[in-house]
């Protein structure tokens, strides 16, 4: 189906989608993991060295390329949750077959957008804005970016939520310069469903 793949999103998703793992807590105990904003600035470093891996040789090595990427992505991006709002009221009539298909055309689908714009990244300059301290208890924390380049300055922010299950940070959803990826996809999802008459199966199938 027809996804977000213009320019703009493409090499913002490419530069800035980056993402956590924080305090962890429970028992039994575990040692204390890097705060959301310092892992972030870890797995910016992480993605520019995955660039640089593989840019001399995209489009050869591109499923190496998107595997890399992926192994990023996973431990930081609640994939299963997001492609749950994306399905929007069908997520409540879906198979739990059909939810765990989305899913994985979903994450499919967005490493591959996001790594396509990845390899066009050229040097903007990435400010992290907010710096606070997690506080006792705190389960969400909204983390700010902005990426200054020649073309102009784009606001980011990640909406991210801890889980007890994992003692990490993950991503829920991330705004583009006001732009809501995880309602733009729900959007597109909805259309699909309406369009092809409310099944589920015929719009996982398209969704790549």
Do not use: C
């Amino acid at each position: 189906m027809e996804r977000v793949k213009s320019g703009l999103i493409a090499s913002l998703l490419a530069i800035s989608f980056v993402v956590s793992a924080a305090l962890a807590a429970g028992e039994p105990p575990v040692q204390v993991a890097e705060g959301p904003y310092e892992k972030i600035e870890q797995i910016t470093v992480d993605l520019l060295n995955v660039i640089e891996q593989h840019r001399e040789d995209y489009p050869v090595n591109q499923l190496a390329f998107f595997a890399a990427l992926n192994s990023i992505l996973d431990a930081s991006v609640d994939f299963k949750y997001i492609a749950k709002q994306v399905m929007g009221p069908y997520a409540k009539t879906a198979s739990t077959e059909q939810r765990e298909l989305f899913a994985q055309a979903f994450r499919d689908g967005l490493v591959e957008t996001y790594g396509r714009g990845l390899i066009g990244y050229s040097g903007q300059e990435m400010i992290l804005l907010n710096h606070a301290d997690i506080k006792p208890g705190q389960r969400k924390v909204v983390v700010k970016q902005e990426i200054r380049g020649i073309d102009g300055v784009y606001p980011l922010a990640y909406t991210m939520a801890f889980k007890k299950s994992t003692g990490q940070w993950m991503i829920l959803n991330m705004t583009i310069n006001g732009i809501s990826l995880r309602k733009t996809f729900q959007s597109q999802f909805l259309q699909s469903a309406k369009k092809l008459g409310g099944n589920i199966d015929q719009v996982v199938a398209g969704w790549k």
